[in-house]
Every structure is written in structure tokens, then in C-alpha cells.
């Protein structure tokens, strides 16, 4: 019998002077002598969003303009409510009683002084995991910043837009580190055409642009050693950091996933709702540290491998060429003897 008139009730427009007597719904539905408690909201037109304690309601469009929702199945206490139409959004408590149907008149909330203007109607509905599929869609990093840009100002403060704001800074400071490889590898293969008088064209089998720097003077270590070792130590560092970050994170995360658990058990809506929120919060920080202490331990490994290939190239170069320019200098003796003597240049 309630479950027909629980399909009645969704499916039939109302408005809240309309609304069935709560105390006539509560002996239909046989809620008396239970636990369990019971909200009837109500409201003049369909909303955008409307979030009871920690659950989502589905919302789907009422005939004629009428909304009416029954959601059943709350613990006794009070319940926090979320509703949203446009980008206006009315957030508060509500007690919710056992054996009893509370009527919410969420009409009267959104016109009420509590209501407040969201910035960006959008704002509410963000998901930051659609985000960051958006993110990874787009290859170049010139894209992802422009995106970066349109999310961000349409994003109100609060703990989505720090993690959206982290995404953004790694991959601008990527793109600035790309950048700078980029141009060391230009300077590392730059050939030296201006050698020091009396020298010999530069042998370009013993790779001359190796061994020297544009100006004709000798370099000491490879191309590119003062850029790469900055940025590998740099990223090493910073995974580290990040590394701590989400070890403190989990800590947190699994601290407040124990308060929740806790008001559970209690049946406190309004703790568990908090200590959940920040859960959640703390498990998104742990993901965002996890992807920035593997993306600068890539950057830190990727810079010291490239060092270590590109200074071998480099030692090699210099001693070939040192081999290659050895010389034998004729030295006449005072009995006539001629001797030879060995003399290797750098």
C-alpha cells in the first residue's frame, strides 16, 4: 500500500500548501513505534540539486511545475539540507524525528534571507575527477592551461579549487622545464666555428661540439650539466616533499574516516556529514600528492640518467680527440742524434 502511494506522491505535482498531512503520511507509510525517520520536501517548481545529509536525491521533472519528493530512510536527529535552484542555494538543519514525517518547504528556504548567490551556477555541480579526465584529453600543455584558466574562473574558493590550482601549477612548471631542456639541447649542438688561431679545423667525427663551448674555450663538464643537475636535484627534493605530504594526508584521511564511523554509531547526521566531507578531502589531497611525488621522481630520474649519458658522450669525445692530436716533435742531440718526443694537446 505505502509503495503505491510513494509513486503517487513523486508522480503527482504539489505544491506545499498541497502537501499531504504529515502525520496522516507517517501512519500510511507505518513508520509509528520505528527508528526510522522520514522528509517530505516540497517546493513551487523543480529544483537543480538537493543534497539531505550525506545523500544525493535524484531529481526528476515534476508535470505542471510541482516538486514533491519523499526520502526515506534518515536517522533520527538533525539532518543537514542542501538545495539548490539557479544559482541560488539555501544550506541548513532540520530535525528529523523518529516515527514522524518532517516536511521541508523548500520554496520557502530559497526565498528565505538564509539563501545565498553562488558564484557560478555551475560551481555546484563540478566534478573534479571529470576535470582531470578533461585534463588528460589534451596533449599539449598549451590546451590544458587554457582549460586551467576556464576552470578556475568559474570556481569558487574552497578545497576543488586548490587541487584544480596544484594540476594547473605542475603543468606549467613542466612546460617551463620542457622549455629550458629544449633550448640547453640547441646550445649543446651548436658547432664551434670560431677555434683560436693556428688551431685546426675541428674533426667533426671527434664531435668538436662536445668538447667545446661557442666561445673556442674547452668545457669542463657536458652541454647542459648546469641546467639538468639544478632541475633533477629540484625534483628530487620536491618528491620528497610531496612524498611526506601524502603520508600525512592518509593519516588524516583514516583520523576522520574513525570520527565518522564514530557519529555513525551515535547516529549524529550532522558529524558524520563533517567528518566525511573531510575525509573525502583528505583522500583527494592524497591523490593529488601520490600524482606530484611520481611526476618530479620522474623528472629528478629522467635529468640524472640524461646527465649521466650526456657527460659519458662527453668524457669519451674529449679523450678521442686528445688521442687524435697527439704529436711527435723532432729533437736534434749534439751528436747528431735525432729523437722523438710524444706530446698530447687538449
Request: charged share 25%.
Amino acid at each position: 500500500m505505502w509503495r503505491l502511494l510513494l509513486l503517487l506522491i513523486i508522480a503527482t505535482p504539489a505544491l506545499a500548501a498541497d502537501a499531504p498531512d504529515p502525520v496522516e503520511l507517517a501512519q500510511t507509510l507505518g513508520l509509528e513505534g520505528t527508528e526510522e525517520a522520514v522528509l517530505l520536501v516540497v517546493a513551487d517548481a523543480d529544483l537543480d540539486r538537493l543534497v539531505v545529509g550525506v545523500r544525493k536525491v535524484g531529481l526528476a521533472p515534476a508535470a505542471e511545475g510541482g516538486f514533491l519528493r519523499l526520502v526515506r530512510g534518515l536517522v533520527p536527529g538533525v539532518v543537514t539540507i542542501e538545495v539548490v535552484r539557479g544559482d541560488v542555494v539555501w544550506r541548513g538543519e532540520l530535525p528529523a524525528l523518529a516515527g514522524q514525517v518532517t516536511l521541508f518547504d523548500a520554496e520557502a528556504a530559497l526565498a528565505s534571507p538564509q539563501a545565498k548567490t553562488q558564484v557560478g551556477a555551475a560551481a555546484a555541480e563540478f566534478d573534479l575527477f571529470d576535470f582531470y579526465d578533461a585534463l588528460d584529453a589534451r596533449r599539449d600543455p598549451a590546451d590544458q592551461l587554457v582549460l586551467c584558466a576556464e576552470t578556475l574562473a568559474g570556481l569558487p574558493e574552497g578545497p576543488d579549487r586548490g587541487l584544480v590550482s596544484q594540476a594547473c601549477a605542475k603543468i606549467e612548471a613542466d612546460a617551463a622545464v620542457s622549455e629550458i631542456e629544449d633550448q640547453a639541447l640547441q646550445e649543446a649542438t651548436i658547432v664551434d666555428l670560431d677555434r683560436p688561431a693556428g688551431r685546426d679545423e675541428p674533426d667533426t667525427s671527434l664531435r668538436g661540439d662536445v668538447v667545446f663551448r661557442a666561445d673556442g674555450q674547452a668545457r669542463k663538464n657536458s652541454a647542459g650539466t648546469a641546467v639538468r643537475v639544478p632541475i633533477g636535484a629540484a625534483s628530487a627534493v620536491l618528491s620528497g616533499v610531496f612524498v611526506g605530504t601524502t603520508f600525512g594526508n592518509e593519516v588524516s584521511a583514516q583520523r576522520e574516516y574513525l570520527e565518522y564511523r564514530a557519529a555513525e554509531r551515535t547516529g549524529d547526521d550532522r558529524l558524520m556529514t563533517e567528518h566525511l566531507f573531510r575525509t573525502q578531502r583528505f583522500d583527494r589531497s592524497r591523490d593529488a600528492s601520490i600524482g606530484l611525488a611520481a611526476g618530479f621522481f620522474a623528472s629528478a630520474v629522467a635529468n640524472f640518467v640524461w646527465q649521466g649519458v650526456a657527460q659519458k658522450e662527453f668524457v669519451d669525445a674529449r679523450d678521442a680527440r686528445a688521442a687524435k692530436r697527439a704529436l711527435l716533435i723532432p729533437v736534434p742531440t749534439p751528436d747528431g742524434v735525432v729523437l722523438t718526443l710524444s706530446w698530447r694537446g687538449r
